[in-house]
C-alpha cells in the first residue's frame, strides 16, 4: 500500500468505487470518466507503479480475470469489440501510477482512438533491434 495512490486505497476499499467484482487480489470498477459504455479498469490490490513491477504470478491471474471480464462485457452490453489497454509511463498516457488494464467496449460510430502510424521497416535496422530485445529477455 503506497499511502498517496489514489488507487491502492480504492482498490482496499477505503474510497468508494462502482465495483464490479473483488476478490483477495484485484478490484474490477468503472472508470469514472468513462471512453464508451462499460469502460472499466482491473487494478491489483497490492501495488505495482506499471508493468515493469508486476510479478509473473499477478500477471497471470490479472490476464485471466481479463478474459472473464471481456465475455462480462461482451454478454451483458452487447459491444461489438473490445480494446484492452494498458498505458506505462507519462510519455504513454499512464496519469495513474498504480497498474491498471483499461477494458474498453466498442460500438459502431463510437469515437475511441486507439491508433498509431504504420511505417516502413528497414529490415538490418528491424533484425539489429530483434537482436538487442531478444538477448535483453
Ligand atoms: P491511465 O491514463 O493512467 O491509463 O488511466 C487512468 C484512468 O483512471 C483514467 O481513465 C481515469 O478516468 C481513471 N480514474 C482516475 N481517477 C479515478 C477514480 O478516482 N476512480 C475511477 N473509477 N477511475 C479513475
Ligand atoms: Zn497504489
Redesign the pocket.
Known amino acids: 500500500m503506497k499511502d498517496d495512490c489514489?488507487f491502492c486505497k480504492?482498490a482496499k476499499g477505503q474510497?468508494p468505487?462502482?465495483t464490479i467484482y473483488e476478490d483477495r487480489h484485484f478490484r474490477v470498477?468503472?472508470?469514472?470518466?468513462p471512453a464508451t459504455k462499460g469502460h472499466c479498469?482491473i487494478i491489483p490490490k497490492e501495488h505495482f507503479d506499471n508493468i515493469y513491477d508486476l510479478d509473473g504470478e499477478t500477471a497471470g491471474r490479472l490476464f485471466s480475470l481479463a478474459t472473464c471480464i471481456a465475455r462480462a462485457l461482451r454478454d451483458a452490453l452487447g459491444c461489438e469489440g473490445l480494446n484492452i489497454?494498458q498505458?506505462n509511463g507519462e510519455i504513454a498516457?499512464?496519469?495513474?501510477f498504480h497498474f491498471?488494464l483499461?477494458l474498453i467496449p466498442r460500438y459502431k460510430g463510437d469515437d475511441v482512438k486507439v491508433a498509431w502510424v504504420p511505417h516502413e521497416s528497414d529490415p538490418d535496422q528491424l533484425e539489429e533491434i530483434r537482436k538487442a530485445i531478444k538477448a535483453a529477455i
Open positions: 489514489i480504492i474510497i468505487s462502482a470498477m468503472m472508470d469514472i470518466n479498469l489497454v498505458n498516457g499512464q496519469t495513474v491498471h483499461h
